[in-house]
Nanobody
Framework: VQLQASGGGLVQPGDSLRLSCAASGRTYATAWFRQAPGKEREFVTALRRSTSTTYYADSVKGRFTISRDNTNNAVYLQMNSLKPEDTAVYYC????????????????????WGQGTLVTVSS
């Protein structure tokens, strides 16, 4: 399965942006991670296909929403009220199996990774 992430760009604080992740095949969970300059990659959000359960990092809860379009094997990340600290390269990741709840936030649970898309929030 190949993943293609898109939708990044330069926005101002408070703006919104929607990222897309197109998959070439069926996957069982999809997540977004991000990596800011000089920092480690961190979990942002995930969605399990079987239950449609969503998970969010505390830092984005209430501002970001993950959703999917099963027809197109696509997952979206709607980001609202963006802050400068949201600046990072965003990676979509997908799993060939359904991860257990405790593993949803673990990058090692995901078998496929997209190339990353840069989001810059700056005035």
């Amino acid at each position: 399965v190949q993943l293609q992430a898109s939708g990044g760009g330069l926005v101002q604080p408070g703006d919104s942006l929607r990222l897309s992740c197109a998959a070439s095949g069926r996957t069982y969970a999809t997540a977004w991670f991000r990596q800011a300059p000089g920092k480690e990659r961190e979990f942002v959000t995930a969605l399990r296909r079987s239950t449609s359960t969503t998970y969010y990092a505390d830092s984005v809860k209430g501002r970001f929403t993950i959703s999917r379009d099963n027809t197109n094997n696509a997952v979206y990340l709607q980001m609202n009220s963006l802050k400068p600290e949201d600046t990072a390269v965003y990676y979509c990741a997908a799993s060939a199996t359904t991860p257990i709840t405790s593993a949803v936030r673990d990058p090692q649970s995901y078998h496929y990774w997209g190339q990353g898309t840069l989001v810059t929030v700056s005035s």
